[in-house]
């Protein structure tokens, strides 16, 4: 069965990664997204914000990428990002892996579980970044667009 482009269009993730991206940017992202009717806009926490103020009233998330972009931050910073980002307006969280940890094969170090930031509130819960996005970000590919998973809402 075909999609018709205004459900194809909530499949669709915007992502802004870029730590130098400016309130231009962030504004133009923002306007996109809100224009083509995206699923969500996938933002650094420290854009979530201005992001949240801007798509105010659309039927577009705002996403906060916490960890990003190697993931290697300590569980307890992880949750408590995510919880400000959650107090800013953010509607998803995603949370980058421990790349350095997955590539040394320390899968002990991986799993990072936001069990305690769900409870404290109901949102809507991303797949994690895969190793592979943090990798290609890292080389210098900090916005791109992704095709969004369903998302587990708590």
Same mark, same amino acid.
């Given at each position: 069965?075909?999609?018709?482009?205004?459900?194809?269009?909530?499949?669709?993730?915007?992502?802004? =990664? %870029?730590?130098? +991206? &400016?309130?231009? *940017?962030?504004?133009?992202?923002?306007?996109?997204?809100?224009?083509?009717?995206? /699923?969500?806009?996938?933002?650094?926490?420290?854009?979530?914000?201005?992001?949240?103020?801007?798509?105010?009233?659309?039927?577009?998330?705002?996403?906060?990428?916490?960890?990003?972009?190697?993931?290697?931050?300590?569980?307890?910073?992880?949750?408590?990002?995510?919880?400000?980002? =959650? %107090?800013?307006? +953010? &509607?998803?969280? *995603?949370?980058?892996?421990?790349?350095?940890?997955?590539?040394?094969?320390?899968? /002990?170090?991986?799993?990072?579980?936001?069990?305690?930031?769900?409870?404290?509130?109901?949102?809507?819960?991303?797949?994690?970044?895969?190793?592979?996005?943090?990798?290609?970000?890292?080389?210098?590919?900090?916005?791109?667009?992704?095709?969004?998973?369903?998302?587990?809402?708590?």
């Amino acid at each position: 069965m075909a999609l018709r482009i205004e459900e194809l269009a909530k499949t669709i993730d915007c992502t802004l =990664l %870029d730590a130098r +991206a &400016g309130l231009q *940017e962030i504004d133009a992202v923002c306007q996109t997204a809100r224009d083509l009717h995206l /699923a969500s806009l996938c933002v650094l926490p420290k854009h979530v914000s201005t992001a949240a103020e801007h798509l105010r009233g659309s039927d577009v998330k705002v996403c906060a990428v916490v960890g990003y972009p190697e993931g290697g931050a300590a569980a307890k910073a992880k949750v408590a990002e995510a919880e400000r980002c =959650l %107090d800013e307006g +953010a &509607g998803e969280l *995603e949370f980058a892996l421990d790349v350095r940890a997955m590539l040394a094969c320390d899968f /002990a170090l991986v799993p990072m579980s936001p069990t305690c930031t769900t409870k404290a509130r109901p949102c809507s819960l991303r797949r994690p970044i895969s190793a592979s996005s943090s990798a290609s970000a890292c080389a210098g590919r900090d916005r791109w667009w992704t095709s969004s998973s369903s998302g587990v809402t708590t």
